[in-house]
């Protein structure tokens, strides 16, 4: 079955995936929940390491 994904890195980085999964969608209506899950999986992720967390300048790294 799937994997589960617990890292943040991790959670950020599939939310990327799935945006670009969604522009590649053949329907307006997948591309859309496709979107949708890409959003709460980064507010998911960054809820998780928290704005003042030692884990921000890390996670902000991997962005650069």
């Given at each position: 079955m799937g994997q589960s994904i617990t890292s943040v890195v991790d959670m950020v980085s599939?939310?990327?995936e799935l945006r670009r999964a969604a522009?590649?969608?053949p329907q307006p209506e997948l591309a859309e929940k496709i979107q949708?899950?890409?959003s709460e999986m980064e507010k998911t992720a960054?809820?998780?390491v928290g704005q003042t967390g030692p884990g921000i300048g890390t996670l902000l790294d991997?962005?650069?």
């Open positions: 599939m939310a990327g522009k590649l969608a949708r899950s890409a960054l809820a998780r991997t962005f650069a």
